[in-house]
């Protein structure tokens, strides 16, 4: 059993130095351990330096420079270098780490404990079981010591025993053995613990406690009483505090009798009475265990007592306290206040303070917040029962994913020990200083100085949450204007807008299939094409973009300057090349066959595009740019053989479904005034590449990205859509495809993109997200993201694509405003670079006809 030896080192000191009896430290007074620290102060001047405090330690033992250093960085609380005498003496009575059964075993006066299964067993499964003695046999007598111990003023009795249904009026556990005397520990017929001494007289009988022991028969428990005389000499006169431990609760009081057994012996345990059917330890101090002490000795023994699983022992030894349970008008309150919280409706923080909270309700108060988006920037968490469990798994990765500042009040949570001050420091040092981060660990297991750093009460951090207030504030004003200026977008859009043309994932162009036309306008193989295009169209909820126009004008729009007169046309599984029609595009043969072919005419198309200079105000024109923008990038991005494709899927088909990267080029291209798709660099994203697995640092423990989880098959992407901007803007429907649970991180800076051209907003992902998923289990998820520019209308409930995108600079996520001012700055700068400025003027400053 782990204990800290320089408490124990500073303890025996106390005893060596106050000439006290041994005791519990938390009996010791505090201006004793004043008096003995005084000799310590060298210099008199009220505090104690690292040199003074090494000079003492040394003299108790063998003290490292690094036990010194870890005494100062624990009792230095203000972290100015001196260790004030009440800082000392809080940090030796704050009960780290308590010294534990094995220090314990060793001061008492008795400790017997069986080595094997002595007078067979007593338990119901038969041979085996833990060492003990066995009673409650008529043929079975007690146990005798070697000699008689006499209970001192103060003492404590521990027996291990095995309890079945009792059935005399007094069952003994430890007695004395002389004739005509009688005193004993036992238990009554109706199940309450108590003694019995005669030095009452006649009228003698047990003295109970008020509860009954109330265990399960046939179970074993840990049976105390804890007595103290109230005179200087032993009687009978004082209080016997009776307790009992045998299940999770540990330690349970089961009352106090005014009676005590001080100055009597003891003499032997077990009795030949049914009731007691086997001890398995019996242990006597002289002093009195604190309550701390005896639950140290509970746990060490009940896991082999059957009272308690290794689980649930090691997180009583942890110290830890019982959490209460929240009613139902509490739960009630904790869920109004989270789900307020996910759609915006709680500003600034969220106040969870006393709520009961354990580490079981963190995932759902992450959800909230990572839902919460950008309204929520700090979270009150106080005087609850969480543990450095919950930090760790919980709280750390949601921390590391921050993208501005935040405040976390983790002030009062007693049950977090020291053990997650290492995460929690490490996202204090990663993430940017600017962000001005603030965790709250007052009151926690953390050791001075760590309390310090992480509440970073520097200028910085005040700075940040200044900026933060101004950033809002600016922000609103801009949303406010924005919001009430959609219908003058959309208007402005009206003329401008396209529904998608068709796609297929295996070429620039689909295959189009005249099966049902072929016999139709008297063979004609012009209004045949015409038709089965028209048809295919409208097919996939599009409108009629031929406009009667001839099958040579179709070609201009789809592939400008090519060429090759010939066009595959699909009918049944035939196939036919109609070579008369005068139609302008490259052999769609190219595309069932020799991949690189595809490539070079990918590279013409984007080089070889219908225009040199953005046609503004020409809508005929634009309308074609906006066709050769969306198939052209679509080539390069979302085509197996284009060069910027990155999705790899495990048949090497292409595209996963509703993932897409092409149309959102082509539309900030447009926006650009470019007449060639320009890459992702030029509006600072990165491409996800093909088996790249998400940042780690940036997403819960085991998480799988939504990309790789996508493109692996793991997980299928069965729908997303877009409304707004904000809060739950993204919903998506994802489908596990894995035989195993699965956590997927939708990282901050993930895009989504609209299918066609309704020059709505593109929406960008603002705060990392992990959505569980069990094998099989489709679930439908929303997420916060930003509007990615400020001159297009907001999303409607649109059908949307999941990008290979992710933005480079995630210091944009900060705010609304932030996204607006960079994407409204590249598209400005790039208009400028083409020929054109803000309010239609050219660069030489006449106004454009």
């Known amino acids: 059993l782990e204990f800290n030896s320089i408490h124990v080192g500073l303890i025996v000191y106390f005893r060596q130095s106050t000439g006290r009896r041994c005791k519990a430290m938390a009996h010791f007074a505090k201006s004793m351990i004043r008096q003995a620290f005084q000799t310590w102060d060298v210099d008199g001047n009220g505090t104690i330096e690292k040199e003074e405090l090494a000079q003492v330690l040394n003299q108790l033992g063998n003290f490292k420079p690094s036990d010194i250093d870890k005494i100062m960085l624990e009792a230095d609380q203000n972290c100015d270098g001196l260790i004030q005498y009440d800082e000392f003496v809080d940090w030796l009575m704050r009960p780290v780490v308590t010294i534990g059964a094995a220090a314990l075993l060793s001061t008492n006066s008795l400790c017997l404990r069986a080595e094997k299964a002595f007078l067979g067993n007593p338990t ?6 833990p060492a003990r003695w066995a009673f409650g046999a008529e043929d079975i007598i007690p146990v005798r010591f070697s000699k008689d111990l006499m209970l001192q003023c103060e003492h404590t009795l521990v027996v291990w025993a095995h309890v079945e249904a009792l059935e005399a009026d007094w069952v003994p556990l430890i007695s004395d053995s002389r004739p005509n005397w009688g005193f004993s520990f036992g238990i009554s017929k109706d199940s309450k613990f108590g003694l019995f001494d005669p030095r009452a007289g006649k009228e003698a009988k047990p003295q109970l406690a008020n509860e009954k022991v109330g265990v399960v028969p046939g179970k074993w428990s840990m049976f105390v009483a804890r007595g103290l005389c109230s005179t200087p000499q032993p009687t009978a006169k004082g209080k016997t505090e009776l307790l009992v431990a045998s299940d999770d609760e540990c330690m349970r009081m089961l009352g106090t009798i005014n009676c005590v057994g001080s100055g009597v012996v003891i003499s032997e345990f077990g009795s030949s009475t049914k009731g007691i059917s086997g ?30 699983t290794e689980a649930q022992a090691a997180w009583h030894k942890l110290n830890r306290r019982r959490a209460p349970k929240r009613d139902e008008e509490e739960e009630a ?28 309700d963190l995932p759902r108060v992450v959800q909230a917040v990572e839902a919460a988006f950008d309204s929520v920037n700090a979270l009150a968490l106080c005087d609850n029962y969480i543990t450095e469990d919950g930090v760790r798994d919980h709280l750390a990765p949601f921390m590391q994913c921050l993208s501005d500042h935040f405040r976390l009040d983790l002030h009062k949570n007693l049950d977090i020990n020291r053990d997650a001050e290492g995460p929690l ?20 297991g953390f050791n001075g100085g760590a309390i310090a750093k992480l509440l970073n009460q520097g200028q910085q951090a005040s700075d940040a949450s ?12 801009r949303e406010a204007a924005f919001d009430a200026g959609q219908q003058t977008l959309a208007a402005k859009w009206a003329d401008q807008t396209d529904l998608a043309m068709p796609w297929a994932n295996d070429g620039p162009l689909p295959v189009v299939d005249i099966a049902e036309f072929a016999e139709q306008e008297s063979g004609n193989p012009i209004l045949v094409v015409t038709n089965a295009i028209n048809a295919m169209i409208q097919k996939n ?22 060429t090759n007169q010939k066009l595959i046309l699909r009918k049944g599984t035939e196939r036919m090349e109609i070579a008369s029609c005068d139609l302008k595009v490259f052999d769609l043969a190219q595309l069932f066959s020799d991949d690189s072919r595809v490539e070079n005419d990918i590279r013409r198309l984007i080089d070889e595009g219908p225009f040199d200079k953005f046609p503004e105000g020409k809508k005929n024109e634009l309308e074609d740019l906006r066709a050769y923008l969306a198939t052209a990038a679509k080539a390069m991005y979302d085509h197996k053989a284009g060069t910027q494709m990155a999705w790899a899927t495990s048949g090497g088909r292409g595209l996963p479904e509703n993932c897409g990267t092409g149309q959102l080029i082509a539309h900030f291209s447009y926006l650009s005034y470019s007449v060639r798709p320009r890459t992702h660099e030029d509006f600072g994203f990165r491409l ?11 997403v819960k423990k085991g998480a799988v990205g939504l990309h790789a989880a996508v493109a692996s098959g793991a997980v299928k992407l069965e729908a997303s859509s877009g409304k707004s901007y904000g809060h739950n803007a993204v919903t998506l429907r994802l489908l596990s495809a894995s035989s195993e649970p699965l956590c997927v991180a939708v990282p901050a800076g993930t895009i989504f993109q609209h299918i066609r051209w309704v020059h709505h907003q593109n929406l960008l992902v603002g705060r990392t997200v992990h959505i569980d998923l069990q094998p099989g289990q489709s679930k439908e998820q929303k997420l916060g993201a930003f509007c990615m520019n400020e001159t297009c209308c907001c999303a409607d409930d649109d059908p949307m694509a999941l990008t290979a995108l992710q933005l480079k600079d995630t210091s944009l996520l900060r705010s609304q405003g932030k996204v607006w001012d960079y994407f409204e700055g590249l598209f400005a700068k790039y208009r400028e670079e083409a020929g054109f400025v803000a309010g239609g003027k050219t660069k030489t400053g006449k106004k454009k006809k």
């Open 124 to 129: 119901k499964a038969g041979a085996g079981g």
């Open 279 to 308: 001890i398995g330890s019996v242990a006597l101090w002289p002093r009195l265990l604190a309550d701390e002490e005896l639950k140290q000795l509970f746990l060490w023994d009940a896991v082999q007592y059957e009272c308690l």
């Open 333 to 360: 309150e904790l869920q109004r206040r989270l789900e307020a919280a996910a759609i915006g409706k709680i500003g600034g923080c969220l106040d969870l303070q006393e709520m009961k909270l354990v580490d079981d």
């Open 425 to 444: 420091l490490d996202i204090m040092a990663k993430l940017p200083t600017e962000f001005g981060i603030i965790i709250d660990t007052r009151g926690t």
């Open 466 to 477: 200044m900026s933060v207030a101004k950033e809002r504030a600016r922000t609103a004003q």
């Open 541 to 562: 909820g599009t409108k009629d973009f031929t406009r009667g126009r001839s099958l040579e004008e179709i070609g201009k729009v789809l592939f400008p300057k090519y």
């Open 688 to 698: 996800w590449e093909k088996g790249e697995k998400v940042d780690a640092s940036m």
